[in-house]
């Protein structure tokens, strides 16, 4: 309510609690705003113009970012579908049950019921800890007001908390996964950072599990250490490794403890009428009975496990399928062999080698399915190898030799061809600069080693993205202009008294034009919301191919500007050689960036038949087909188990034999 009251009066005839027999008058002067009742409960004023903070506007920010991601990632894993899982969570004090069934409304209220809003989730593999806490960071968001914490969904695998503060990889994690936040309205490079001192961020941290044994009890005690025992906090973990951990340090202190409850029969049957078509029914009905009838035998066993259910529905439900396997004892003889068929079968199932029948999901290009087995399970080793969950693209390269070969055979060939064709070209010369770019290229393509352990490579932000005083900008960009202005000056006089004003007509606008076009390439990488896998890859390509343009446009303009100050001329040969040697240099400038390796490991591993040549395509089509999913701006398998599965069977072929088991 605001504005300017005037003389006039407000009147109410009404009682205090009364609102038989209420008259109301206003009279006189003037108002922008007159509210009138006969009984106000509550009253909020919120002046005009009040003072918006960068703070403010970067938790309003991120909350908007955090809810649109897993919104869509949600729905991808249909955790939002009207006839989803229920899955109940056993409290260790009041309100004694956080449930998934009831709606955001009720999950939310229930967490905010908690004394101290700290929680620990604990449960065994595939009981649907991360699902839950998908589900409670919608719950809270769609709560979301004025001076709320944020919700922040992280996974814990990045965070090395013997070497980095919890603040200090918060606010890395949080800039790297919702790059807009760095924009100069929500406080630019320490945005995250004061959004954490201002207490705006309830960190999420998905599965303390997935650190290295030796990491768990040291992060157990960095979260005691600095998130105050008043302060929400949310973690996962399966429960062994989270009571293990806490043998060698301490419990989250103050945590409320929420275990993981089976699936009950019940709400499997019930589940399952619901997901099978209805034109199935028939086919369904003794796998549907099944449990009742067995409530301890295979099939029942198997399907405690939401991860069950929803490969179960993957495999058969959305499928054609025949489900009588899943009760023929020879082949699938106890809940183990039902696991293993239903994990087994994921890949076959999401990239049939048959188109899908009308209407079912499936990829948008055709990729066979022992391919694609094979690549996911060369992924699934590799992520075994570094322990790691995250499929990123910093991440995938190739021995420094390889990447050496691969970039110098590119060198020799664009080194010979770039000299070649020109009048002065000549075998012994091309010859030359085909063994100079080999060994420039190579160099550059193996100048780091092969991994950057659970870290993304630092995105720096391009000038006008950074907040600068408008005095700073001016001081800058004057003299630069001014020293622009004064070379093409002195080149037009060189030319004229040379009989070749067209090469200052021409290689002037080149550096400005350079920027511009680096600048249009690296641009948009701080405009994206949340980052999704490709959109990640995408945008570090885009930046380092900008910058690319820029050193090739600068170092075509420096060699041209030499020759021009020592020769005072110049014919076409020497510029046109001196445009390749700017195309070079643009060239190893992207091949010594991490986005540069990345795309030579591509390139090798795909000509070698261990990745597809269009491997984010790919991806992309295992994601939407439910064998990978997406946790920020990475990929990650559907479930470790998944992962581990994969591995078996890859290591298995790898020997010479498939053993299923």
């Given at each position: 309510?605001?504005?300017?009251?005037?003389?006039?009066?407000?009147?109410?005839?009404?009682?205090?609690?009364?609102?038989?027999?209420?008259?109301?008058?206003?009279?006189?002067?003037?108002?922008?705003y007159v509210v009138m009742a006969g009984h106000i409960d509550k009253v909020t004023i919120t002046a005009p113009g009040a003072?918006?903070?960068?703070?403010?506007?970067?938790?309003?920010?991120?909350?908007?970012?955090?809810?649109?991601?897993?919104?869509?990632?949600?729905?991808?894993?249909?955790?939002?579908?009207?006839?989803?899982?229920?899955?109940?969570?056993?409290?260790?004090?009041?309100?004694?049950?956080?449930?998934?069934?009831?709606?955001?409304?009720?999950?939310?209220?229930?967490?905010?019921?908690?004394?101290?809003?700290?929680?620990?989730?604990?449960?065994?593999?595939?009981?649907?800890?991360?699902?839950?806490?998908?589900?409670?960071?919608?719950?809270?968001?769609?709560?979301?007001?004025?001076?709320?914490?944020?919700?922040?969904?992280?996974?814990?695998?990045?965070?090395?908390?013997?070497?980095?503060?919890?603040?200090?990889?918060?606010?890395?994690?949080?800039?790297?996964?919702?790059?807009?936040?760095?924009?100069?309205?929500?406080?630019?490079?320490?945005?995250?950072?004061?959004?954490?001192?201002?207490?705006?961020?309830?960190?999420?941290?998905?599965?303390?599990?997935?650190?290295?044994?030796?990491?768990?009890?040291?992060?157990?005690?960095?979260?005691?250490?600095?998130?105050?025992?008043?302060?929400?906090?949310?973690?996962?973990?399966?429960?062994?490794?989270?009571?293990?951990?806490?043998?060698?340090?301490?419990?989250?202190?103050?945590?409320?403890?929420?275990?993981?409850?089976?699936?009950?029969?019940?709400?499997?049957?019930?589940?399952?009428?619901?997901?099978?078509?209805?034109?199935?029914?028939?086919?369904?009905?003794?796998?549907?009975?099944?449990?009742?009838?067995?409530?301890?035998?295979?099939?029942?066993?198997?399907?405690?496990?939401?991860?069950?259910?929803?490969?179960?529905?993957?495999?058969?439900?959305?499928?054609?399928?025949?489900?009588?396997?899943?009760?023929?004892?020879?082949?699938?003889?106890?809940?183990?062999?039902?696991?293993?068929?239903?994990?087994?079968?994921?890949?076959?199932?999401?990239?049939?080698?048959?188109?899908?029948?009308?209407?079912?999901?499936?990829?948008?290009?055709?990729?066979?399915?022992?391919?694609?087995?094979?690549?996911?399970?060369?992924?699934?080793?590799?992520?075994?190898?570094?322990?790691?969950?995250?499929?990123?693209?910093?991440?995938?390269?190739?021995?420094?030799?390889?990447?050496?070969?691969?970039?110098?055979?590119?060198?020799?060939?664009?080194?010979?061809?770039?000299?070649?064709?020109?009048?002065?070209?000549?075998?012994?010369?091309?010859?030359?600069?085909?063994?100079?770019?080999?060994?420039?290229?190579?160099?550059?393509?193996?100048?780091?080693?092969?991994?950057?352990?659970?870290?993304?490579?630092?995105?720096?932000?391009?000038?006008?993205?950074?907040?600068?005083?408008?005095?700073?900008?001016?001081?800058?960009?004057?003299?630069?202009?001014?020293?622009?202005?004064?070379?093409?000056?002195?080149?037009?006089?060189?030319?004229?008294?040379?009989?070749?004003?067209?090469?200052?007509?021409?290689?002037?606008?080149?550096?400005?034009?350079?920027?511009?076009?680096?600048?249009?390439?690296?641009?948009?990488?701080?405009?994206?919301?949340?980052?999704?896998?490709?959109?990640?890859?995408?945008?570090?390509?885009?930046?380092?191919?900008?910058?690319?343009?820029?050193?090739?446009?600068?170092?075509?303009?420096?060699?041209?500007?030499?020759?021009?100050?020592?020769?005072?001329?110049?014919?076409?040969?020497?510029?046109?050689?001196?445009?390749?040697?700017?195309?070079?240099?643009?060239?190893?400038?992207?091949?010594?960036?991490?986005?540069?390796?990345?795309?030579?490991?591509?390139?090798?591993?795909?000509?070698?038949?261990?990745?597809?040549?269009?491997?984010?395509?790919?991806?992309?089509?295992?994601?939407?087909?439910?064998?990978?999913?997406?946790?920020?701006?990475?990929?990650?398998?559907?479930?470790?188990?998944?992962?581990?599965?994969?591995?078996?069977?890859?290591?298995?072929?790898?020997?010479?034999?498939?053993?299923?088991?």
């Amino acid at each position: 309510m605001g504005g300017d009251w005037g003389a006039g009066g407000v009147h109410n005839a009404g009682g205090d609690h009364n609102t038989s027999g209420v008259h109301n008058e206003f009279s006189g002067g003037s108002a922008d705003y007159v509210v009138m009742a006969g009984h106000i409960d509550k009253v909020t004023i919120t002046a005009p113009g009040a003072a918006v903070t960068p703070v403010d506007r970067a938790a309003l920010e991120l909350a908007r970012m955090v809810g649109a991601q897993w919104r869509a990632e949600a729905g991808v894993r249909g955790l939002l579908d009207a006839a989803a899982l229920p899955v109940r969570w056993t409290l260790d004090e009041e309100p004694g049950e956080l449930a998934t069934a009831g709606g955001p409304e009720e999950l939310a209220e229930a967490y905010l019921a908690l004394p101290r809003g700290r929680l620990v989730v604990l449960g065994g593999p595939g009981s649907g800890k991360s699902t839950l806490a998908v589900l409670l960071v919608l719950a809270l968001l769609s709560r979301f007001g004025p001076g709320d914490r944020v919700p922040v969904l992280l996974s814990s695998a990045s965070w090395d908390p013997a070497a980095e503060h919890l603040h200090t990889w918060l606010a890395r994690r949080i800039s790297e996964e919702y790059p807009r936040l760095l924009r100069a309205e929500c406080g630019g490079a320490q945005g995250p950072a004061r959004l954490i001192e201002a207490e705006r961020v309830l960190l999420v941290l998905d599965g303390l599990d997935e650190l290295p044994q030796g990491r768990r009890a040291v992060a157990l005690q960095r979260l005691n250490e600095s998130v105050p025992g008043d302060a929400p906090v949310i973690m996962t973990s399966r429960a062994q490794e989270y009571w293990a951990a806490v043998r060698e340090a301490d419990v989250l202190r103050s945590a409320t403890v929420a275990r993981a409850n089976p699936v009950g029969v019940e709400e499997l049957v019930d589940y399952l009428r619901a997901a099978v078509p209805a034109h199935r029914t028939a086919q369904w009905r003794p796998v549907i009975d099944a449990p009742r009838s067995e409530p301890d035998g295979p099939l029942a066993t198997a399907l405690a496990s939401p991860l069950m259910v929803g490969l179960l529905r993957a495999v058969h439900v959305t499928r054609p399928a025949d489900p009588a396997v899943l009760l023929d004892r020879t082949l699938l003889p106890d809940a183990g062999a039902v696991e293993n068929h239903l994990l087994d079968s994921l890949v076959a199932t999401a990239f049939p080698d048959t188109p899908p029948a009308p209407g079912l999901p499936g990829p948008r290009r055709r990729w066979r399915a022992a391919a694609a087995e094979r690549w996911l399970g060369g992924l699934a080793v590799d992520l075994g190898r570094r322990g790691t969950e995250d499929i990123a693209w910093w991440q995938v390269g190739v021995p420094n030799w390889q990447r050496a070969v691969a970039a110098g055979l590119v060198g020799a060939v664009l080194g010979f061809v770039s000299v070649w064709p020109l009048p002065t070209g000549e075998p012994v010369f091309a010859l030359i600069t085909a063994a100079l770019g080999a060994g420039f290229y190579g160099d550059a393509a193996s100048g780091t080693p092969r991994y950057v352990p659970h870290r993304k490579p630092v995105t720096r932000s391009w000038p006008w993205q950074r907040p600068r005083p408008p005095l700073i900008a001016l001081v800058v960009v004057l003299p630069v202009l001014a020293l622009l202005v004064l070379i093409y000056v002195a080149f037009w006089d060189i030319g004229a008294a040379s009989g070749h004003q067209w090469v200052a007509l021409l290689m002037t606008p080149a550096p400005v034009l350079g920027v511009w076009a680096g600048a249009l390439l690296g641009r948009s990488a701080a405009s994206d919301d949340a980052a999704t896998p490709p959109q990640s890859a995408t945008r570090a390509l885009r930046r380092a191919a900008g910058a690319a343009v820029v050193v090739g446009s600068l170092a075509t303009f420096a060699g041209i500007a030499a020759v021009l100050l020592v020769a005072h001329g110049l014919n076409a040969a020497v510029a046109a050689l001196l445009a390749t040697f700017g195309m070079h240099a643009g060239l190893v400038a992207l091949l010594r960036s991490q986005p540069g390796r990345y795309a030579v490991a591509r390139v090798v591993l795909a000509a070698r038949g261990r990745l597809p040549w269009r491997l984010t395509a790919f991806l992309q089509d295992a994601y939407r087909n439910g064998v990978l999913r997406q946790a920020g701006s990475v990929y990650q398998f559907r479930h470790a188990r998944v992962r581990e599965r994969l591995t078996r069977r890859q290591v298995a072929v790898s020997k010479g034999s498939v053993r299923r088991r």
